[in-house]
Every structure is written in structure tokens, then in C-alpha cells.
T-cell receptor
Framework: DAKTTQPNSMESNEEEPVHLPCNHS???????IHWYRQLPSQGPEYVIH???SNVNNRMASLAIAEDRKSSTLILHRATLRDAAVYYC???????????FGEGTQLTVNP | SQTIHQWPATLVQPVGSPLSLECTVE??????LYWYRQAAGRGLQLLFY??????ISSEVPQNLSASRPQDRQFILSSKKLLLSDSGFYLC???????????FGSGTRLTVV
């Protein structure tokens, strides 16, 4: 039970922003939200994570809703190399592990 | 800097044969270690994790076992492989909660 819900697939055009949504309506107050992405035949790559405040790094931004029941991963300018499966994951307070769901397959059109 | 090594990259094994996959982490101490499996076209399934030497937690009952004989070494084993054990096996490490995970390059196992 991944406890997050993501769309199966999304499409974007190159050089346009991409907003990848994730619902985690049963999240508890101290669960972190992590995002990873995976290219074919490779291991997942860490993208970003956060708790309550919006987070930014060189790869992306993470916008967390005020009630924390949803979040959005923002890629500011999509490139062809951003085409991957993106996973949104809750890191639960009670455990030292991440449980992956099925993720969102992002297609970037040239 | 920290690095994670996982080998072999690919493996073809007959049904009923044993398995041993090794994962090592360098440049850190007392990492949390994880084994995941990914079937073709599916998401990742957590198999085992360890927060210290000799401490192994199993997420799902299966034909596999894990061991952590040293602080930065994590081994995935099977005594007798099944066809259903085929998949992409990934090792990962983390310094602890609220840190990102770093994954190895994976082992693609085909049981024939």
C-alpha cells in the first residue's frame, strides 16, 4: 500500500513547465514527501523531498498543500532528458523505509 | 563522497540454483540499507531493509533472504531460485530518516 495516488501518465512539451500531482490524503503530521524518478533500466534517482514548506533545488520545486494532503512536483523547463517515471512517496514516521507506488510516466515531446 | 556498488549487472540462472547478490556502500558509516525488486513494467517492491549490522526486516514473505555481515555490506540470497524471482534488483542506502535514498545501478536477474 503506497498510500499516494498519482496519474498513470502525463505529457509535456519541451521547454515548458510540468506540474506532476500527488495525493496523500491520509498523511500524518510528520511524514515526509519524497519524489524520485526512474529512467528505463536504471535505478531511481532522488529528486526532492519536504515536510511542510515548499522546497527548491537545482532539479525541481516541491509545492506542498497547506493541509499536506497533496503535493506537486514542478519541473520548470522540461527537457527530453526529463522523460521518466516519477514516483511520489510518503516516508512514514513509524518506519525507516520508502514504499513505492506505480508512479507517473512523463513523456516530453520535442 | 559516498558511493554504492552493486553487482553483477546481469545474471541468468536456472531454476533451483542458488543466488547471491552483493551491495556495498563506501564513504559513510551505519547507513540504512535496502533491497528492492522491480518486475517488468511495474513499480518497486521493498524486499528487505536494515538499520544496522545483523538487523534485517523483511517486508514480504518470499523465497529470498538478506544478511548484513558488515556495516556497509548487504547481501541478498536464495537457496533455490524460482521463475517468479526474475526481475530487476536494486540496492539502496540512506543516512536515515529525512534523507534521500541513493540507489545502485541494479542487477537484472533472469531465471530460466
Amino acid at each position: 500500500d503506497a498510500k499516494t495516488t498519482q496519474p498513470n501518465s502525463m505529457e509535456s512539451n519541451e521547454e515548458e513547465p510540468v506540474h506532476l500531482p500527488c495525493n496523500h490524503s491520509t498523511i500524518s503530521g510528520t511524514d515526509y514527501i519524497h519524489w524520485y524518478r526512474q529512467l528505463p533500466s536504471q535505478g531511481p534517482e532522488y529528486v526532492i523531498h519536504g515536510l511542510t514548506s515548499n522546497v527548491n533545488n537545482r532539479m525541481a520545486s516541491l509545492a506542498i498543500a497547506e493541509d499536506r494532503k497533496s503535493s506537486t512536483l514542478i519541473l520548470h523547463r522540461a527537457t527530453l532528458r526529463d522523460a521518466a517515471v516519477y514516483y511520489c512517496i510518503r516516508e512514514e514516521t513509524s518506519g525507516s523505509r520508502l514504499t513505492f507506488g506505480e508512479g507517473t510516466q512523463l513523456t516530453v515531446n520535442p | 563522497s559516498q558511493t554504492i556498488h552493486q553487482w553483477p549487472a546481469t545474471l541468468v540462472q536456472p531454476v533451483g540454483s542458488p543466488l547471491s547478490l552483493e551491495c556495498t556502500v563506501e564513504g559513510t558509516s551505519n547507513p540504512n540499507l535496502y533491497w528492492y525488486r522491480q518486475a517488468a513494467g511495474r513499480g518497486l517492491q521493498l524486499l528487505f531493509y536494515s538499520v544496522g549490522i545483523g538487523q534485517i526486516s523483511s517486508e514480504v514473505p518470499q523465497n529470498l533472504s538478506a544478511s548484513r555481515p558488515q556495516d556497509r555490506q548487504f547481501i541478498l540470497s536464495s537457496k533455490k531460485l524460482l521463475l517468479s524471482d526474475s526481475g530487476f534488483y536494486l540496492c539502496a542506502w540512506s543516512p536515515g530518516r529525512n534523507y534521500g535514498y541513493t540507489f545502485g545501478s541494479g542487477t537484472r536477474l533472469t531465471v530460466v
